[in-house]
C-alpha cells in the first residue's frame, strides 16, 4: 500500500495481545474497528494511536506545564507517522461529585449565573452568588443541599440490642469504629444492656446528649493514656459530622452508608433548589434559576430565545451551542439540574460526545468505545448522523462498534481477531463492506432475529404498585417469575427508574449486575475476583510444606526488586515516563524461591498463564472447576488466571461481575444492558447463560435494547413512548411474538428484523 500524508501510519504494533502487526488508516473517513471482544480493538485504538497522540501533544507545552499534565508512556510500537491531536470518548462511567450535573459537566451552568448576573431583576451583582455553594448563594436551611437530611432513629438503632450487640446500625458510630468503642468503654452507658431497658435519663443523653446548658465526658483510652472527651450525643455528632459535611470528601463512609440511617425531604425554604430564597427572587422573564435549572432541554432553549437583551444575547449565543448539541443527541429531555450519576450509559456516554461536538475544530481524530451502547435502534440513526457530521467537518472517526447498523456506514472496517486474548491480536480483515461479507471474519451480517414462539408459561408474578420514581406516571406492573424478560424503551423512558429504584426497593434481595466498575487495581486479577486464589496458594503450599504467603505476590512471595509490580519505574524526571519489565522476575512478579517451587510441573506463575479453558484440564478441585466453569459459560474462556481486572474491556467487566454472582440458585437477577460490549458471535453464548439461569428455577430480568435478546425473551415490557416527560408511561406487556403488531417504536424495529426463518429458539414450558 502506498504511504501517503492522508493515511495514519502504525507499524510494528505489540501493546498486549497484539502481533507486531502494520496498519495504515485513511484520514477524513470513519473507520470502524471489530471484533470478538479480547480480540485487540482497545489495544490499537487506545493504548497504542491515542496514546501516542497525546504524548506528542504534550511534547508542544514546556517543561514546567508538562509536569502537571498526565504523562503518557511512549507505547509499544516501530513507527506510528502523521498523528492528529484525538478526542476519546470512552464508555467510562462519568465520575464527579454527588452535586455533579448535566448543567456542571457540559458547562451551561456558570454561563446561566453569569446571565442572571447580569439581566435579572432584582439584580445581584455576583455570578457565583446564584450557586448553592457560595457563601451569600446556598439556602441557610438545608446548607445548599436541597434536602433536609434528618436521622431515622428506627434505621440507626435497634432498641432490643444492647451497644455490644451492634444496637448502632450506622458503621462509624458502631463497635466497630473508634466512636463506638468509646461509648462502650467510658462508662457512661452499660454496653451490655439492650437500649430499650436504658432510664429516661441514660436514653436521653445516649441520643440528645446533656441537657442545654451542660457538659458531660468520657474517657478514651489510648496508649498513652486515658483522654477525656466531651460526649454530645449520638444524634447531635451524627448531624455534625456526616450531614453537615460533603458527603463525597469523606473516606471512611459513603454516602448510601448515611442515608441508609436518615430519612430525606425536600427542603421547604428553598424549595429543593439547595438556593437562598434572596437568590430565587431573582427572574429573567417571570423564571429564576432554579426554575431554569428544571426545564427540560428543549423547554429551556425556547426560553432562551425570547431574550431580547444585547448583553444577555451574547451570553445565550455561548451557551446554545451545547444545549442544542445535547437536544440533537436525542437528550431533549434532560434538565440541567439532572445530576450526572443517574444517568444510564447510553445517556451519560451521549453527554459525554455532545460535550465534545460543539466544539468547531478539525482534522482532528475522534475515537469512540462503542457509541450505540444504551441506545435503542430507533437513536442509532441520530448517532450515524453524528459520525457522518464530524467527517463532513475533515475530521477522522474512529468507532470500535459491534452494532450492525453502525458497521455498515463505514468508509472502512478493520476486524481484529480471529479469536480472543492470546488468540487476537490480528488483522483478519481491512477493507470496505462489501469484502467484510465474503471474509472469514467474524462479523457476520446474515443477522436473523429469531422471535420465541414458545414461551415460557407463567405461573406466579412480581408487582410493582404506582410506581412514580423520577418520570414514572404512577404506574403499577406485574413482572412474570422464574422467566427471561426484558425490560426495553426508547432513552430516558424510565427503565431504569422503574428497575433499580423501583423494583429494588419492593425486592431488595435481587441480584444486581450492573455497568459500574469492579474497584479494579493492577493487583487485583481474574484469579483473585473469583476467590479461587487462596485455593491456589493452598495447593502449593500443600505440596512443598511452603507458607501459603509464599505464593503471593502481595505477600513473602513477591519480588524483592519490583515489590510483586512486575515492573519499575525509573524516575526520568522530566523525560517520558518509562516502565520497564523488572529484569529480576521478568515481569511474573514473583520471587526466585517462590518460583522454585512447583505443582503439577508448574510454579505459580506458570499457572496464572493459564487460560481458563487450560486450567479446567489441569485442576481437579471440584471448587476450583465450579468458579472456572461459569467463567466459561460466559465466554471469557480466552482470559488467563493472572489477568489484571485492570486491563478488561467494559463488556468483560460485566460478564466478570455475572459470572461471580452464577453459583447461586433461586434468585433474581437483574442485567442493566448485558449485550454491551458484545459481539454478535458472542451474544449467544450469554442469552445461553439466561435460558440455563432460568431453567434452573432463576428469574432473569434485563435491561436491554437488543433485538436478539429482546425477540429470545418469554415477557417482554415496554416503557415509552418517548423520554423524560413523555416517558413514564408502560405500552406494552406481552410476548415477543405479540410486540410484532403492537405498533410501537421497539416492535416496529422488531417486525422489520424479525424473521423466524424456521429455526425459532424454542424453550418449551414444560
Known sequence: MSESKDEIILKGLKENNLKNINLNIPKEKIIVFTGLSGSGKSSVVFDALATESRRQMTLNYPLYVRNQMPRYERPNADLMQNLSPVVVVEQRQIGGSSRSTVGTYMDIHPLMRLLF????????ESATDFSSQSSFGKCPECNGYGKIIAPDLNKMIDF?????????KFKPLSPSGWQGRWMMTGGLFNPDQPIQDYSEEKLNLLLYGPPEGERVFAPFHTKNGPQ??????????????????????LKQVSEEDVLGVSTQMPCQTCLGSGLNPKVLESKINGLNIAEYDQLELTELLEELKEITNPLGKSIVMQATPSITQLIEMGLGYLSLSRKMSTLSGGEAQRVKIARHLSSSLNNMIYIFDEPSAGLHPEEVAMLIHMLKSLKARHNTVIVIEHDLSVI?????????????GVSGGEIVYQGKLEGLKHSKSATTFANIVNINKYPREIKSLFTIQNATHNNLKDITVNIPKNVLVSICGVSGSGKSSL?????????????????????????????????????????????????PGLFSFNSIGACPYCDGKGVTKPDVAFADPVTMVCEACHGVRYSAEALSYRYREKNIAEILELTIDEAMQFFHMPKILKRLDTLKEVGLEYLTLGQTTSSLSGGEVQRLKLA???????????????SLGLHAKDNGKLLDVFQKLVDQGNSVIIIEHNLNFLAASDWIIELGPGGGKKGGHIIFE??????LDAGTITGKWLK???????????????
Not at 432490643?160 to 448502632?168: C, G, I, Q, R
Not at 468508509?411 to 480472543?420: T, V
Not at 422489520?752 to 414444560?766: K, R
Open 228 to 249: 477525656d472527651h466531651e460526649w454530645d450525643g449520638l444524634l447531635p455528632r451524627f448531624i455534625r459530622l456526616y450531614i453537615n459535611r460533603d458527603i463525597s470528601k
Open 408 to 420: 455498515k456506514v463505514a468508509d472502512e472496517i478493520i476486524e481484529m481477531g480471529p479469536g480472543a
Open 160 to 168: 432490643d440490642k444492647s451497644l455490644h450487640e451492634y444496637a448502632v
Open 734 to 739: 406481552g410476548t415477543p411474538e405479540e410486540m
Open 117 to 124: 448576573s447580569r439581566i435579572g431583576t432584582p439584580k445581584i
Open 660 to 674: 461471580s454472582q452464577l453459583q447461586k440458585e433461586g434468585q433474581i437477577y437483574l442485567l442493566d444492558e448485558p
Open 499 to 547: 428497575m433499580f429504584e423501583a423494583f429494588l426497593e419492593k425486592y431488595p434481595e435481587t441480584i444486581e449486575v450492573g455497568q459500574g466498575s469492579i474497584g479494579i487495581s493492577s493487583r487485583s486479577t481474574l484469579a483473585t475476583y473469583m476467590g479461587i486464589m487462596d485455593d491456589l496458594r493452598a495447593i502449593l503450599s500443600k505440596e512443598t510444606g511452603q507458607p
Open 752 to 766: 422489520t428484523e424479525g424473521d423466524c426463518g424456521g429455526i425459532c429458539s424454542s424453550h418449551n414450558s414444560e
